[in-house]
């Protein structure tokens, strides 16, 4: 028996633009996807937009029984800025009804609830005026945050501010998966600099008005693994790691940029611009806990022809195919569940045994419905090897030592998946279809219900 630590969370993550369908009603404005759905349907799978999602919004009670059910004892979810605050300036009163009712829900049932505030979901009046491009996001975002505080305070008593911020400035400035879609390494600096500040003033307004509870941030950690010890990949994979990993996780933890990532973005012109007093507020805003979600490693060795300043991240590191990969088919995404015990040692020995948790971690297939049985129940049996194969990796991390205290993973139900629509699934409750929003129960469920109530298996 593996038994992990007393009070482990045993829980699973979903956010509001996937789950809650409801996506431009009840007072909830525009964000960048209702806009990118609106205005380029093709590019999104099967025409598969943001609008109904897992439709939460109609059936959270329901859904908070099922949390309990199979034995969740947390489980986080994120505010819809745009639902909330549809102008950035004004309370959405059916918004504060909606989320306060699905927060006593999720108490009334046993389960601890972590608030996201951005999985993102840009609002689209924001977009306009140039999103996190703008300084003016960074006041905005803390404004908001500041709302969200007050309102729901008294109910949420661990917050986190953004998830996976790499992912939207990557996706939006970098590869063209989030909207703008432009290609533009100076910018997705800008736009992750400002990110950075707005998390650190969302931290700030925490203090201020919640000095006693906790706060941390989300972030997607893809190890860097070198092609070889030679100093040319050594240095790709140290770029790598100061770019995708550090430069949230250090001011987060430790409240400064590290100074090797100062330094590598200035030799190649993307200084952001900053205002004087920013790194004292770095400084005095660190977080409680980090949330490390974890899919894949990130294979690195030295680029071949790298451009001078450079123009893209492969120009500081390149992909590298390890022969010796394992991969989900179905996302393209290499299996490597060696990785969760080396992030759970570089917690403890780089960042001071730093409280954090593993807050994603999951496998999406596609055409789950070949794998029912003849009670109509899905055999998952390949996503309870994937979970059992981490866990067995993050509990030998935390037997030497690693201060973690929990596993989620992505995610409850099957959700909508920004470009990628339902094609791959995830939950431990089927969505029958998003016409008529039905659950069932996956096998992986059954299992996992097993190992929270035993805390380990």
Known sequence: MKTFPKNFLWGSATSAPQSEGHSLQNGKSETTWDYWFKTNPEKFHENQGPENTTNIYEMYKEDCKRMKEIGLNSFRTSISWARLLPDGRHVNQEAVAFYRDYFKHILEEGVQPIINLFHFDMPMWLMEKGGWETRESVDAFAFYAKTAFELFGDLIKNWTTFNEPIVHIECGYLNGAHYPAIHDFKKAIQVGYH???AHAYAVKAFREIMPNESIGIILNITPAYARSDQAADQSAKENADLL????FLDPAVKGFIPDPLIQLIQAHD????????????????TVDFIGLNYYQPLRVQAPENPRFPAQDP????????????RINPYRGWEIYPEAIYDVAMMMKNEYNNFPWYVSENGMGVAEEERFVNEEGMIQDDYRIDFMKEHLDYLYQGIQEGSNCFGYHTWTFIDCWSWLNGYRNRYGFYRLESDKDFTRSLKKSGLWYKEVAQNNGY
């Open 195 to 197: 990110t950075l500040m």
């Open 244 to 247: 995708t990993m550090k430069s």
């Open 270 to 285: 993307l200084t952001p611009e900053t205002i004087g007093s920013d790194k004292e507020i770095i400084k005095e805003n």
């Open 314 to 325: 492969e120009d500081l590191f390149a992909p590298y195919d390890w022969p010796e990969k």
